[in-house]
Each structure stands twice: as structure tokens, then as C-alpha cells.
């Protein structure tokens, strides 16, 4: 299990960073030939970067710490490694947010003076959203760099108490501490996801209804285009979900000491991995160039 674990997170970090990859390359095909890109997919083009970065830093640091293990012992080394992982992981977070709000905001039609102004300002909006995003995510990150939330500062405070009972209480409110740390640095992002993903729900629910009270019939284009956002929307919901579950059970520490510690990073992966190759997948302009590329068989 020594070499299976790392090796198993670098295929799945492998995997996410080229779905990424695949899709920043058709966006940036699809901008050459139309000389624009539509807000939506300027949106999944961040996203896509950001969560390429994240698979990349941790392949390259899961490659540094396998080579020179004693580097995790490094303040410098792990602080740097902290904040950079937080930050990718806070800007993807804050970026799946924008992008949910903006299918939100695009797709309901409720007659409220909010969501009339946000209708009409949402495209003006986005790079005031995005540069906010960044510079939060920044800000919520730089604080994981404290001693006090490393691996390295257990170990210190392992040393130098002597008590069991005094240890147990340190680590305790270390471990509690990051959490808070990180709850007030996810849920933010999260709860906004789940209102938006809710209200789009609501509204297709209630416009399904309609259509049939009016005889109209259900399987329009327009509608399912929005049912596909809607499954793609539910589906990164449930997978938000899983993030925020194994966040809470790495930061929790009862992993700690174990040697399924690395079960934790490659758990956190899956997430953005299985919704990247769902965005693959699903999307009919990313096959047609997988098609070209060979790597697809023509039906």
C-alpha cells in the first residue's frame, strides 16, 4: 500500500488535469473560430484552469514529498503548500458558485425587483465577481500558513508536553480551529451554491407545471437545455457535498497518524474529477473534438 495509494492519486490528479486541459483547449478552439466566447463558457473556462492548477500542485508536491520526505517537516515548505492548495481549492469553489448563480440568474424569470436588477447587470458583474473571488480566496487562505494548523506544530507540540492530557486538549483545539477556519472559508460559496441550485429547481418545477396545465409540450428545446444545467447543477451539488465531507473528516484529524492518511487527498480529488469528466462527456462540442483528435470513435 506504500506505492499503490500515491500512485493511485497521481492517475486520478492525471485524469482531472486533462479533462480540464480538454476542455480549456475547446474553449480556446471555439474562441478562435468565433473570435467570442459566451459568458457561460468564459465561466467554465476559469474553472477548468483553476482546477487544473489544483490537480497540478498536487501532483507536483505528492511527487516532492515522495522524493524528499523530510520537506514536510518544512514550516516554509508546508505553509507554502497550504496556502497554495487552498487557494485553487477557494477560487474553484467561488468560481462553481458564479457559475451557478449566473444559470440561476439567466434561466428564472421571478417578477422581483432583486432578481430583474441581477438579470440585467449579471454580464457587467462578472469580472467585479471574479477579481472578489480571487482576492477572498486569497485572504481565506493565507491564514492556513500558521504554524499552528501544520503538521509540523503537532509535532512540536508532541515533543515538548509531557502530559498526555495536556497534549490531547493542544491538539484538540488546534484541530478545532481549523475547522472554523475552513467552515467560515467554504460554507460562504456553498450555502449560495445550494440557494441558487433550490431556486432553479423551484422555478423548473413550477414551469414544468405550467406547461402542462397549457398543453404545451414538455420536451422543447429550451427546457431540456435547462433540465441539462439542472442535472449538471445537481450533480456538482452532490459533489460538493462529498468535498465538504472529506474536508471535515481530513481536517478532523483521524487520519492523523494512520497510514491511510493519503486516502484523504485522493477522496478530495474524486469530486472535481468525476464533474470535469461529467463536462466532457456531456458536452456534444468536446466529443466532436475528441472525435477530430482520434482519441473518440466516430458512431
Not at 92 to 118: D, E, G, M, Q, R
Request: net charge positive; glycine share 4%; hydrophobic share 50%.
Amino acid at each position: 500500500m506504500e506505492y499503490v495509494l500515491p500512485a493511485v492519486l497521481h492517475v486520478s490528479c492525471l485524469l482531472g488535469l486533462t479533462a480540464n486541459l480538454i476542455i480549456v483547449a475547446a474553449n480556446i478552439m471555439k474562441w478562435k473560430r468565433l473570435k467570442s466566447l459566451p459568458i457561460c463558457d468564459k465561466i467554465l473556462n476559469s474553472l477548468a484552469i483553476s482546477r487544473g492548477l489544483y490537480f497540478f500542485s498536487n501532483i507536483i508536491w505528492t511527487s516532492i514529498f515522495q522524493i524528499f520526505p523530510w520537506l514536510v517537516q518544512n514550516n516554509v515548505v508546508s505553509s507554502t503548500v497550504n496556502i497554495l492548495n487552498m487557494f485553487m481549492l477557494n477560487s474553484s469553489n467561488w468560481i462553481a458558485t458564479i457559475l451557478c448563480v449566473f444559470y440561476c440568474v439567466k434561466i428564472i424569470t421571478y417578477n422581483n425587483k432583486f432578481f430583474i436588477f441581477l438579470k440585467t447587470r449579471i454580464s457587467t458583474m462578472l469580472p467585479w465577481l471574479f477579481q472578489a473571488s480571487l482576492l477572498i480566496s486569497l485572504i481565506s487562505s493565507l491564514p492556513f500558513n500558521l504554524h499552528g494548523f501544520g503538521l509540523s506544530g503537532r509535532v512540536e507540540f508532541n515533543g515538548s508536553i509531557d502530559n498526555m492530557t495536556d497534549y490531547r486538549v493542544v491538539t484538540s483545539q488546534i484541530l478545532l480551529s481549523r475547522f472554523l477556519l475552513y467552515a467560515v472559508t467554504y460554507y460562504p460559496p456553498f450555502i449560495i451554491f445550494c440557494v441558487a441550485n433550490f431556486l432553479l429547481i423551484h422555478f423548473l418545477l413550477m414551469h414544468t407545471r405550467r406547461m402542462r396545465y397549457n398543453g404545451s409540450h414538455i420536451q422543447s428545446p429550451n427546457l431540456e437545455s435547462h433540465f441539462s444545467a439542472l442535472k449538471t447543477m445537481t450533480l456538482f451539488l452532490l459533489l460538493q457535498i462529498m468535498i465538504l465531507i472529506c474536508m471535515c473528516i481530513s481536517i478532523s484529524g483521524k487520519f492523523l497518524f494512520s497510514d491511510l492518511q493519503i486516502l484523504v487527498p485522493i477522496v478530495e480529488c474524486c469530486p472535481p474529477l468525476f464533474h470535469s469528466l461529467y463536462m466532457v462527456a456531456s458536452s456534444s462540442e468536446l466529443r466532436k473534438m475528441l472525435t477530430c483528435l482520434g482519441l473518440l470513435r466516430c458512431s
